[in-house]
């Protein structure tokens, strides 16, 4: 897959109130865990789907709570590439991240997780992260690009 952008086509499954939300991780805001517990419109039927950070992921699996996050891997801290020349500082250290196992960091919080390959992969995961009753990871490999500030 080349972007999220791809991604949010496979994700939209089509019931009405059920949210994709692409909130920041330590950069900018991020999934509060309590928001699987409070459904869309207080509704106990509809979901909030969201994604990533790490200490997010470790306290909704403490909490067994059936969120699922989707996580773009580009191998990368690609953002703050892009901060980076903007500032006019690049090829500033610890910024790429090659072997990164996301999906092993969540096995080890407890967490259900995936590495996918396809986008039929995705949607597949998708759907059964959907009624697993507990936190999922779903690790989406991307291309790095970069990032429009």
């Known amino acids: 897959m080349a972007?999220?952008?791809?991604?949010?086509?496979?994700?939209r499954h089509g019931q009405r109130g059920h949210r994709l939300g692409h909130p920041?991780?330590?950069?900018?805001?991020?999934?509060?865990p309590g928001q699987g517990r409070r459904p869309a419109g207080g509704r106990p039927d509809r979901r909030r789907i969201l994604q990533y950070?790490?200490?997010?992921?470790?306290?909704?699996a403490q909490h067994n709570l059936p969120i699922v996050y989707v996580v773009m891997r580009n191998q990368e801290y690609s953002i703050l590439k892009s901060f980076a020349v903007l500032e006019e500082t690049p090829g500033v250290p610890g910024l790429d991240l090659p072997g990164l196992d996301?999906?092993?960091?969540?096995?080890?919080?407890?967490?259900?997780a995936v590495d996918v390959e396809t986008t039929e992969d995705l949607e597949r995961e998708f759907k059964t992260a959907l009624t697993a009753g507990t936190t999922t990871v779903i690790v989406v490999p991307t291309q790095p690009q970069k990032a429009m500030l």
């Open 102 to 112: 996301i999906a092993s960091v969540a096995r080890g919080f407890g967490c259900r």
């Open 24 to 32: 920041g991780g330590g950069g900018g805001r991020a999934g509060r």
């Open 53 to 60: 950070s790490v200490q997010a992921i470790y306290t909704a």
């Open 3 to 11: 972007s999220h952008g791809q991604a949010r086509i496979v994700l």
